[in-house]
């Protein structure tokens, strides 16, 4: 998990084997059609792939792992969780 500015969180989520180079070129395009994407909803993921510097939208996802995958360390569960608006 990355924050706006591409810097990697300390906090992993199901996945492993990323590192701090993956800023793409129009890095910020993608967040900006990311959020124009999530702007209706309270909580989405938005799958976008980026081939060759083309943004390509896969899916929106609103219920993440099924729900079941838990953050490591685990106090990050609660720090997403706070910032629902339920």
């Not at 309270?42 to 099924?66: P, Q």
């Amino acid at each position: 998990m990355f924050d706006p500015e591409w810097n990697l969180l300390p906090v992993r989520y199901g996945y492993d084997g990323f590192d701090n180079d993956v800023e793409p070129e129009n890095g910020e395009e993608l967040i900006s059609a990311a959020e124009r994407l999530a702007a209706p909803f309270e909580f989405v993921r938005v799958d976008l792939y980026n081939v060759d510097g083309r943004i390509i939208f896969s899916e929106l996802t609103f219920h993440s792992g099924g729900g079941l995958i838990p953050f490591e360390p685990k106090e990050y569960d609660r720090k997403f969780g706070q910032m629902l608006g339920l």
